[in-house]
Nanobody, 119 residues
Framework: QVQLVESGGGLVQPGGSLRLSCASSRTLFTIRRMGWYRQAPGKQRELVATMSSGGRTNYVGSVKGRVNISRDNAKNAMYLQMNSLKPEDTDVYYC?????????????WGQGTQVTVSS
């Protein structure tokens, strides 16, 4: 079992920055991969960025070049630094964790944090 708690969302003007945080109840070394997803009302949840336990990162879609995923193993926390935010980045952002236990993959989600980009 993994509990994930996101924070750091809010209202920001276009061109601004936000840093999202995801606190994990499980040590990050035991999590195969963590990631950030986002979802707008009525739309499918989409991948933003992932980081493997080995530190490999992957960025997807329109956020490339504007976001950076990182982690602090000592704090069991993952972050998403978002820069040059655009109104279309307005979404609920979710933290995700994939854990392998006994050969079975389990996936966990946080409750989400709202990001609103508006002037």
């Amino acid at each position: 079992q993994v509990q994930l708690v996101e924070s750091g969302g809010g209202l920001v003007q276009p061109g601004g920055s936000l840093r999202l945080s995801c606190a994990s109840s499980r040590t990050l070394f035991t999590i195969r991969r963590m990631g950030w997803y986002r979802q707008a009302p009525g739309k499918q949840r989409e991948l933003v960025a992932t980081m493997s336990s080995g530190g490999r990162t992957n960025y997807v879609g329109s956020v490339k070049g504007r976001v950076n995923i990182s982690r602090d193993n000592a704090k069991n926390a993952m972050y998403l630094q978002m820069n040059s935010l655009k109104p279309e980045d307005t979404d609920v952002y979710y933290c995700n964790a994939e854990v392998i236990v006994g050969g079975t993959e389990y996936e966990y989600w946080g409750q989400g944090t709202q990001v609103t980009v508006s002037s």
